[in-house]
């Protein structure tokens, strides 16, 4: 009796010590996951940052057919883009509806008019802005649908040994917009887009030849940026 007595105090005495300890050293393991799981919090969150700005380079791609003859396909441009993210999270989760503005250039210096194929110039600069929507796909990783206004000014020259024509045009027209971006170290990103262009210019005749005045084609290539 007496030893059941004694192994009775030591086991109440030790019990709760042991299982003291052993909370102490659960509490422990859970304070060092504490850091890490924060930095997997902070490193999944959706949009750290409301502006972008990215220079783009893509190719002029004009579906109408006068326009290709005259003045080919695939004509370089450069752009440069700037966004501000007015709605973020709104809709669906890491969601942006954006407001965008851009302005390109897209020159030709080998144009050749259809007959005589007198040479043959063309600058178009249009200045854009607009809504779009991006959708998170995967992490890091967005599509998004877009469509602005525009407004574009338009030089053009043809020219052949005696005489040369000039045309100066501005005219309101329209683009949309879609494509994905990729995001990497959290303020950068690589954009891949494949923009729709309309606008319908004044027409442009001569005896010199005939400039389509319908530009409606595609903008595809490719861009790269930063976020803040």
């Given at each position: ?15 709760p010590g042991l299982l003291s300890a052993e909370n102490g050293v659960k509490n422990n393991n859970v304070m060092k996951k ?148 990729f995001t990497f170290a959290t303020n950068f990103f690589f954009d891949i887009f494949g923009d729709y262009y309309f606008t ?29």
């Open positions: 009796m007496k030893k059941l007595a004694q192994l009775t105090a030591i086991t109440t005495l030790v019990l504490s850091p890490t799981a924060e930095v997997e919090t902070q490193g999944s969150m959706c949009n750290p940052t409301n502006w972008t700005f990215q220079a783009r380079g893509a190719a002029f791609i004009p579906l109408k057919q006068n326009l290709r003859k005259m003045f080919g396909s695939g004509e370089p441009t450069m752009e440069l883009e700037g966004s501000y993210a007015i709605y973020k999270d709104k809709w669906t989760t890491c969601d942006q509806f954006l407001l965008w503005m851009n302005t390109g250039w897209t020159r030709v210096l080998d144009g050749k008019t259809r007959g005589w194929g007198y040479p043959t110039k063309m600058n178009l600069v249009p200045f854009t802005a607009g809504f779009s929507y991006q959708w998170n796909i995967v992490r890091n990783v967005d599509f998004y649908l877009g469509i602005g206004a525009s407004y574009s000014l338009l030089w053009a020259k043809i020219k052949n040994p005696f005489q040369e024509r000039h045309f100066r045009r501005g005219q309101f027209g329209f683009t949309t917009k879609t494509g994905f971006r319908s210019f004044r027409k442009m005749n001569s005896s010199l030849g005939n400039i389509e005045n319908n530009f409606s084609g595609f903008f595809v290539g490719g861009g790269f940026g930063g976020k803040w």
